[in-house]
């Protein structure tokens, strides 16, 4: 009889006090971190602006799906190497398949409580970032793109032909 009551409370316990993504998944994944060339310097910030890796491609870094309790972290991942135009791409996190597992299995304390606490409820939404970086023109650094301006500032812009300068008094 004691026995029967000690695995009862067993089986309740492991029922209530577990999630289904806690269990069959993980809350740090893998990315890797790739540009074309090689060697460019990649900085990697979380949502909350923290910087979470500093290094060049190739890399390989593991990042964690949440921010917090039921919140997923998104990166902002930025390239830069000399001669070429940065880039910044972005990994976000969506929720995980298996966390929905907890409406059969791991109850509602699952749902509510361990998965979203333990960051198991999230999954990044890629495995691997992969750029290639353009390699800049001479002067380049002084170009903007026309579509980067702001529509307001379009207005002040003066066409100069080449071999010609203006003032922009």
């Given amino acids: 009889m004691k026995n029967l009551a000690f695995v009862t409370g067993l089986f309740l316990a492991s029922i209530l006090f577990t999630g289904c993504a806690s269990i069959l998944t993980k809350t740090t994944y893998p990315v890797a971190i790739n540009s074309s060339p090689e060697g460019a310097n990649v900085t990697i910030t979380g949502k909350k602006g923290t910087m979470v890796y500093e290094g060049t491609t190739p890399a390989f870094v593991k990042l964690k799906s949440s921010n917090g309790f039921f919140s997923g972290e998104n990166y902002m991942i930025k390239f830069d190497k000399e001669g070429y135009q940065p880039v910044t791409r972005q990994v976000g996190s969506k929720v995980e398949g298996w966390y929905w597992g907890n ?61 010609e300068e203006k003032s922009t008094k």
Avoid: C, R
């Fill in 103 to 163: 409406i059969l299995f791991g109850g509602l304390i699952g749902m509510i409580i361990v998965d979203p606490a333990t960051g198991a409820m999230y999954k990044l939404d890629t495995e691997a970032v992969d750029v290639s970086l353009v390699k800049l023109e001479k002067n380049a650094e002084n170009q903007v793109n026309i579509n980067s301006i702001p529509e307001d500032w379009k207005k002040h812009l003066v066409l100069i032909k080449e071999g």
